[in-house]
């Protein structure tokens, strides 16, 4: 097609992609051929969407999207709209995502640009070049997520393709970082440094991020996909969160499987949807933890619901036919049976340490330390990656370790330079240590950058964080986790104290219904509703009750808040609460 101007390729392709879906459209009654499924790797998806046509059924949009053209043979659109300056429209919004571009309007007038970074670790090197692509393209910051990544925001329509070439450059390549695709993998964040650690999870991340990469079927999934690994470290990965994850045990001698360490597998967790991750009564050598999540991912590409996005997680497949039929059919795709051990027969998990992420902490190389440093609800400026890539490279070994909690880690710091690093941290602005309530806030973007939130949680975070802070003086770790809609990026369910964005009122002020005692790991609950309709300005007060509450109350310093919310009625803790405006309107 050289003879054609890309305008004239663009219209093209745009053309043939509406007769696709208007023919698909014509057979939804009737059921499709099979000469409609491609004979390439993503034949699987399109069988799977002909068993759904075949039964009268229609596909959601999305679907009918994919079956028209391929997310990832689209970089001649994106390039052609590039050059004209254009963001995409309809669905083409939601193909764009595969390429980690997410057009934020009406929220913004721009793109978000998610990376994708094994094990949340990145060199100084490639921090200080996604600073310098967030300065120049970008709106001058990224943020840190719960997913151990970072996304730059404010991207304009020119600047895309700029910014992943930049990015492939870097090695940072973020194909599948967004829509229906597995999210970034995570694991320890202080993997290969932690005294405590079972396994060092990186190489179990490259290997699985680096599959994902180079399968073409596991793109376009029926929804997002989410895949963890714990090692056993002192900061949790929240694994538990995770459509897959896996932990690592220690199996002694004279036990069903070999002594050693293996990895239990569970699958479901979404907390947003009310579940954790359910065990699956098996256990794994490292070694094919990888085979065994492609393995549940293609039965999740079978059997997911292609026609309602909102039971397409993976979590409504065990609900319909359960953990044990979900096995089976993994087992018949890996054409092997998988060990099975009793949870009994596995020892305990070494303790997470809920401030583990934050401060100054021992490494398991003698003589150096890693320093964990507080992020304002998880914002980094330009400037401040420049300096934290200067540090880890100057103090330290150039690794910088993002976690869940939305803050990062430096390692490797020798300890007689653990006193210069804390001068630097502080010198651009940010915390090596932090009051409990601000380490322990968690935030998604808000409306500022999120059409879907209802509320700008960055900002009331801090709000909460500068009026709880002067008035409240904690000496146990609190988690605060504002999340701004029903997708729960912030997983407001198990924090301490959750907070989901509504719209209160007549006028609509920005607000939120308030959640206590959610949990994770050996503590994992989901949070009771406390109080629904709280205007977002009356919320920092409402906090600052519940915690002095907790601490006058609380049932000797060793209970924690999750112990003492769980302890409490609902009712009661309402009652703690009574002088917060919210309430005592």
């Given at each position: 097609?050289?003879?054609?101007?890309?305008?004239?390729?663009?219209?093209?392709?745009?053309?043939?992609?509406?007769?696709?879906?208007?023919?698909?459209?014509?057979?939804?009654?009737?059921?499709?051929?099979?000469?409609?499924?491609?004979?390439?790797?993503?034949?699987?998806?399109?069988?799977?969407?002909?068993?759904?046509?075949?039964?009268?059924?229609?596909?959601?949009?999305?679907?009918?999207?994919?079956?028209?053209?391929?997310?990832?043979?689209?970089?001649?659109?994106?390039?052609?709209?590039?050059?004209?300056?254009?963001?995409?429209?309809?669905?083409?919004?939601?193909?764009?995502?595969?390429?980690?571009?997410?057009?934020?309007?009406?929220?913004?007038?721009?793109?978000?640009?998610?990376?994708?970074?094994?094990?949340?670790?990145?060199?100084?090197?490639?921090?200080?070049?996604?600073?310098?692509?967030?300065?120049?393209?970008?709106?001058?910051?990224?943020?840190?997520?719960?997913?151990?990544?970072?996304?730059?925001?404010?991207?304009?329509?020119?600047?895309?393709?700029?910014?992943?070439?930049?990015?492939?450059?870097?090695?940072?390549?973020?194909?599948?970082?967004?829509?229906?695709?597995?999210?970034?993998?995570?694991?320890?964040?202080?993997?290969?440094?932690?005294?405590?650690?079972?396994?060092?999870?990186?190489?179990?991340?490259?290997?699985?991020?680096?599959?994902?990469?180079?399968?073409?079927?596991?793109?376009?999934?029926?929804?997002?996909?989410?895949?963890?690994?714990?090692?056993?470290?002192?900061?949790?990965?929240?694994?538990?969160?995770?459509?897959?994850?896996?932990?690592?045990?220690?199996?002694?001698?004279?036990?069903?499987?070999?002594?050693?360490?293996?990895?239990?597998?569970?699958?479901?967790?979404?907390?947003?949807?009310?579940?954790?991750?359910?065990?699956?009564?098996?256990?794994?050598?490292?070694?094919?933890?990888?085979?065994?999540?492609?393995?549940?991912?293609?039965?999740?590409?079978?059997?997911?619901?292609?026609?309602?996005?909102?039971?397409?997680?993976?979590?409504?497949?065990?609900?319909?036919?359960?953990?044990?039929?979900?096995?089976?059919?993994?087992?018949?795709?890996?054409?092997?049976?998988?060990?099975?051990?009793?949870?009994?027969?596995?020892?305990?998990?070494?303790?997470?340490?809920?401030?583990?992420?934050?401060?100054?902490?021992?490494?398991?190389?003698?003589?150096?330390?890693?320093?964990?440093?507080?992020?304002?609800?998880?914002?980094?400026?330009?400037?401040?990656?420049?300096?934290?890539?200067?540090?880890?490279?100057?103090?330290?070994?150039?690794?910088?370790?993002?976690?869940?909690?939305?803050?990062?880690?430096?390692?490797?710091?020798?300890?007689?330079?653990?006193?210069?690093?804390?001068?630097?941290?502080?010198?651009?602005?940010?915390?090596?240590?932090?009051?409990?309530?601000?380490?322990?806030?968690?935030?998604?973007?808000?409306?500022?950058?999120?059409?879907?939130?209802?509320?700008?949680?960055?900002?009331?975070?801090?709000?909460?964080?500068?009026?709880?802070?002067?008035?409240?003086?904690?000496?146990?770790?609190?988690?605060?986790?504002?999340?701004?809609?029903?997708?729960?990026?912030?997983?407001?369910?198990?924090?301490?104290?959750?907070?989901?964005?509504?719209?209160?009122?007549?006028?609509?002020?920005?607000?939120?219904?308030?959640?206590?005692?959610?949990?994770?790991?050996?503590?994992?609950?989901?949070?009771?509703?406390?109080?629904?309709?709280?205007?977002?300005?009356?919320?920092?007060?409402?906090?600052?009750?519940?915690l002095a509450g907790y601490l006058e109350q609380r049932s000797g310093a060793n209970e924690n808040f999750q112990q003492f919310a769980q302890r409490l009625s609902v009712e009661a803790l309402r009652a703690l609460a009574?002088?917060?405006?919210?309430?005592?309107?």
């Amino acid at each position: 097609m050289d003879e054609f101007s890309e305008e004239q390729k663009q219209y093209l392709q745009g053309l043939a992609s509406g007769v696709a879906i208007a023919r698909l459209h014509g057979r939804a009654g009737r059921g499709a051929a099979a000469q409609d499924a491609p004979a390439g790797p993503e034949r699987i998806h399109f069988e799977a969407q002909n068993r759904f046509l075949a039964e009268g059924k229609k596909l959601a949009a999305e679907e009918q999207a994919k079956r028209a053209k391929h997310p990832l043979d689209m970089w001649d659109e994106l390039r052609a709209r590039a050059r004209k300056g254009e963001f995409p429209k309809g669905t083409d919004v939601f193909l764009t995502k595969f390429f980690g571009l997410f057009y934020a309007a009406p929220a913004q007038d721009s793109y978000m640009c998610r990376l994708r970074l094994p094990n949340g670790i990145l060199t100084a090197h490639q921090l200080r070049g996604v600073a310098d692509l967030a300065e120049r393209f970008g709106g001058g910051y990224s943020h840190v997520t719960t997913r151990a990544n970072l996304q730059i925001r404010e991207v304009g329509a020119r600047d895309a393709l700029k910014v992943l070439t930049a990015l492939y450059e870097l090695g940072i390549v973020n194909r599948g970082s967004g829509a229906d695709n597995i999210r970034n993998v995570t694991g320890d964040a202080t993997a290969g440094i932690s005294p405590q650690e079972l396994i060092d999870t990186r190489a179990l991340c490259r290997d699985m991020h680096y599959t994902i990469l180079n399968h073409r079927e596991l793109y376009g999934l029926p929804r997002k996909f989410n895949i963890a690994f714990d090692g056993g470290g002192p900061i949790a990965v929240l694994e538990d969160t995770n459509d897959i994850g896996f932990t690592a045990v220690r199996v002694g001698e004279g036990k069903t499987l070999p002594a050693g360490i293996h990895f239990r597998v569970a699958l479901g967790g979404t907390t947003g949807h009310g579940d954790f991750a359910r065990d699956l009564g098996i256990a794994i050598a490292p070694e094919q933890c990888v085979p065994v999540a492609v393995a549940i991912v293609r039965v999740f590409i079978e059997h997911g619901d292609r026609t309602d996005r909102t039971k397409a997680r993976m979590k409504y497949i065990i609900d319909r036919h359960g953990l044990e039929w979900y096995l089976a059919e993994v087992e018949k795709v890996l054409g092997a049976p998988l060990p099975r051990l009793p949870l009994s027969e596995c020892e305990p998990r070494p303790p997470l340490e809920r401030f583990g992420h934050v401060g100054v902490h021992p490494q398991k190389q003698e003589g150096f330390r890693y320093v964990g440093i507080a992020l304002p609800v998880g914002r980094l400026e330009a400037a401040q990656m420049k300096g934290l890539a200067r540090i880890a490279g100057q103090y330290g070994s150039g690794d910088i370790r993002l976690t869940v909690w939305q803050n990062l880690i430096l390692s490797d710091i020798p300890e007689a330079q653990v006193d210069a690093v804390k001068r630097e941290i502080e010198a651009l602005g940010l915390a090596w240590r932090a009051a409990s309530v601000r380490a322990g806030m968690v935030a998604c973007t808000g409306n500022t950058g999120c059409k879907f939130s209802a509320s700008d949680t960055k900002r009331h975070a801090m709000a909460i964080a500068d009026y709880v802070e002067p008035r409240v003086k904690l000496d146990a770790p609190v988690n605060i986790h504002l999340t701004g809609c029903h997708h729960s990026c912030a997983q407001h369910y198990i924090g301490d104290i959750g907070l989901l964005a509504c719209k209160v009122g007549d006028e609509g002020v920005e607000g939120y219904h308030v959640y206590v005692g959610g949990g994770y790991g050996a503590r994992k609950e989901l949070a009771r509703e406390l109080v629904r309709d709280v205007p977002a300005d009356a919320a920092p007060a409402l906090i600052e009750r519940l915690l002095a509450g907790y601490l006058e109350q609380r049932s000797g310093a060793n209970e924690n808040f999750q112990q003492f919310a769980q302890r409490l009625s609902v009712e009661a803790l309402r009652a703690l609460a009574q002088h917060s405006a919210a309430l005592a309107a």
